[in-house]
T-cell receptor, first 113, second 109 residues
Framework: DTAVSQTPKYLVTQMGNDKSIKCEQN?????MYWYKQDSKKFLKIMFS???????INETVPNRFSPKSPDKAHLNLHINSLELGDSAVYFC????????????FGQGTRLTVV | GQNIDQPTEMTATEGAIVQINCTYQ??????LFWYQQHAGEAPTFLSY????GLEEKGRFSSFLSRSKGYSYLLLKELQMKDSASYLC??????????FGPGTRLSVLP
């Protein structure tokens, strides 16, 4: 059983398109995250949700919109994709928003052409 | 602001011991984590320190000095499979995890 699963694993799309990445966790965790890992392998937080409520929104273009229909799901929708959006996007979850370890999904490699 | 620094790359020999350092500057410190990430895979949790001192888990140990803003990850009896990136991550009150740039470790036979 996969603890944190995200789909798709690979996504190739043209500039200007809109795409979504889905994430689900079956760990019963309260907090979920989206991270972006660029070509230099730097892992940067984008969003954090706790019990379906947004608690962190880093400096991310408003073309990126997270949606959490319930605390087990946190999807990421991206409008008007740009070349610079190419990266690996990781979903993660933790028991709560305090100092507990995060479990990561396998990542979605997004390539914008 | 927050700043986390790690060496970019390290190389060590199979069977040896390697120490990966991490220095950080942050406010509201609430713990430090180490993660391992193999190429093309997701980060996986290795260790957690919130109090000063050494935490040991098998071949891996992690040390924290809060007054110095310093941590290290110690890997003993290195194996080829330990070749990976090692990410230091600081947890802050209300801000969740901030990751360092990662250290790419190459273990040579």
């Amino acid at each position: 059983d996969t603890a944190v699963s995200q789909t798709p694993k690979y996504l190739v799309t043209q500039m200007g398109n809109d795409k979504s990445i889905k994430c689900e966790q079956n760990l019963g965790h309260d907090t979920m995250y989206w991270y972006k890992q660029d070509s230099k392998k730097f892992l940067k937080i984008m969003f954090s949700y706790n019990n379906k409520e947004l608690i962190i929104n880093e400096t991310v273009p408003n073309r990126f919109s997270p949606k959490s229909p319930d605390k087990a799901h946190l999807n990421l929708h991206i409008n008007s994709l740009e070349l610079g959006d190419s990266a690996v996007y990781f979903c993660a979850s933790s028991q709560d928003s305090r100092n507990t370890e995060a479990f990561f999904g396998q990542g979605t490699r997004l390539t914008v052409v | 602001g927050q700043n986390i620094d790690q060496p970019t790359e390290m190389t060590a020999t199979e069977g040896a011991i390697v120490q990966i350092n991490c220095t950080y500057q942050t406010s509201g410190f609430n713990g430090l984590f180490w993660y391992q990430q193999h190429a093309g895979e997701a980060p996986t949790f290795l260790s957690y320190n919130v109090l000063d001192g050494l935490e040991e888990k098998g071949r891996f140990s992690s040390f924290l000095s809060r007054s110095k803003g310093y941590s290290y990850l110690l890997l003993k009896e290195l194996q080829m499979k330990d070749s990976a990136s090692y990410l230091c991550a600081v947890h802050n009150y209300g801000q969740n995890f901030v990751f360092g740039p990662g250290t790419r470790l190459s273990v040579l036979p």
